[in-house]
């Protein structure tokens, strides 16, 4: 097919007239780097074809799901199973025991679990259970760290620590985020402060343990050990969103990585999404017993959805979860991201390019920066232009890369060898000409 008009262009003008923007999800847009979308007509491994039939290799697996790679055969039977014997049902199912007793094996810091349908709603009844199982208010995030779009979550910080944040977004009122205090990631000093001020008011600090809503940033051992001993010391629950990290970056997730270097770590509330549904609409989150036992029906923490726990996206995480399981897996995996990390550094330095990056199991980031960025505001320091060269230069050469600086990148188990030297071919390519 050698079509004159791009049919990317043809879909994206006919997406505007429907849905704002052309999208459902913003970042999808291109508004960062410019350019048109690519609309995705289907997937296979670790590639994707858009509607010219233009092919990519993939590196945001749908931001994260999709660790298998796209249609890995066992995924695809589980879910035509599931699907035969129904789609929803609104009453319980025993897959939906397998899928927590599987959750909870992996990730032992959890007692119970909750499933929900995605990680915004995950995360947003954390902060409501963790409000209600302590009787206060106020809560910790940090800028730069995501955690879904509930309202009381889209929030920058305030001038200072005792004013609390602004709403980032129109059509959250002041009020709404006047409970939310935002600090800076990896500042220690900071934090004391802020527990110093307001502890024994602290509901919950919720944190990205790595945050991969700012490209790729780990919270440092200090700091996090920080995190957990005031936490402790003043009663408000350690939450990790481990939406992106969970069964990512490691089989235990990010907390079994801050475990091996401070002994006996444990966040108290742990929210998941993403893997664990393998690409269907799924998320969870957990905590101890008796914080768990607040919620309805058992508690007065209420929260509920008509289709949780779904029958084939439960079928699709179990699946999924079955398969990282496998020996080896995740060296497997790790190793890979490790050498297009590595290998996007040598190609970067041979053409005298800044750049840095980082990963942890499938995940990783890179910066076109001299050194690993340890907050928001030094990420944001990467010069815009440069980054959208190199995203354009990449797509190009039929490399897909998420399209914004500050998102995270993935590798799954479908990149072979020769997709990772392909595309640090094709970098080598683009940076030639940064
Ligand atoms: C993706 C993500 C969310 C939101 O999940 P959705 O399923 O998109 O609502 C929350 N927290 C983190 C860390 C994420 O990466």
Redesign the pocket.
């Known amino acids: 097919m050698t079509p004159n008009i791009d049919q990317n262009d043809a879909l994206f003008e006919r997406a505007r007239r429907v849905i704002p923007g052309g999208v459902n999800s913003p970042v999808r847009a291109f508004k960062a780097v410019g350019g048109t979308p690519r609309f995705i007509k289907r997937a296979q491994g670790a590639y994707f074809w858009d509607t010219n039939d233009t092919r990519y290799i993939d590196y945001i697996g749908s931001?994260g799901p999709m660790i298998l790679g796209h249609g890995h055969p066992a995924i695809v039977q589980a879910v035509q199973n599931a699907v035969l014997e129904g789609f929803s049902f609104g009453a319980p199912t025993e897959r939906e025991i397998e899928l927590a007793e599987e959750i909870l094996r992996l990730v032992p810091s959890m007692d119970m679990v909750r499933l929900v349908s995605?990680?915004?709603e995950a995360?947003m009844t954390a902060i409501r259970l963790a409000r209600g199982a302590t009787g206060r208010s106020k809560f910790i995030k940090f800028e730069g760290c995501?955690?879904?779009h509930a309202d009381a979550l889209l929030v920058k910080a305030g001038s200072g620590l005792a004013t609390f944040g602004n709403p980032t977004s129109a059509g959250v009122p002041p009020e709404v985020v006047q409970h939310t205090l935002v600090l800076e990631y990896n500042n220690v000093e900071q934090l004391e402060e802020a527990f110093a001020l307001h502890g024994p008011e602290l509901a919950c600090l919720m944190v990205?343990p790595i945050a991969?809503?700012m490209n790729f940033v780990r919270a440092s051992v200090p700091f996090m050990q920080r995190c957990r001993e005031l936490c402790s010391q003043y009663g408000a629950l350690l939450a990790f969103?481990e939406?992106?990290t969970g069964c990512r970056v490691a089989l235990g997730s990010a907390q079994s990585v801050y475990a091996k270097a401070i002994p006996g770590f444990e966040p108290d509330l742990t929210v998941m999404?993403?893997v664990i549904g393998g690409g269907m609409p799924l998320?969870a989150f957990g905590a101890k017993r008796a914080v768990m036992e607040q919620l309805a029906p058992l508690g007065p923490v209420y929260q509920a959805g008509t289709l949780s726990g779904n029958p084939v996206a439960t079928a699709c995480g179990l699946a999924t979860l079955k398969e990282i399981q496998k020996p080896g897996f995740f060296e497997t995996l790790s190793g890979r991201t490790r050498s297009l990390v590595d290998g996007l550094n040598n190609a970067a330095l041979d053409a005298g390019v800044p750049f840095c990056g980082d990963s942890e199991g499938g995940m990783f980031g890179f910066f076109l920066l001299p050194k690993l960025p340890q907050n928001y505001g030094q990420v944001m320091k990467t010069e815009g232009a440069r980054f959208n060269r190199l995203f354009h230069g990449l797509l190009e050469r039929g490399v897909y890369i998420a399209p914004a600086l500050y998102e995270a990148g993935f590798v799954s188990a479908a990149h072979t060898e020769a997709d990772i030297a392909a595309t640090v071919s094709a970098a080598r390519e683009v940076f030639s000409s940064l």
Do not use: F, I, L, P
Request: glycine share 24%; charged share 20%.
């Open positions: 931001w995605s990680g915004t995360a995501y955690h879904g990205e991969g809503n969103d939406v992106m999404g993403k998320a």
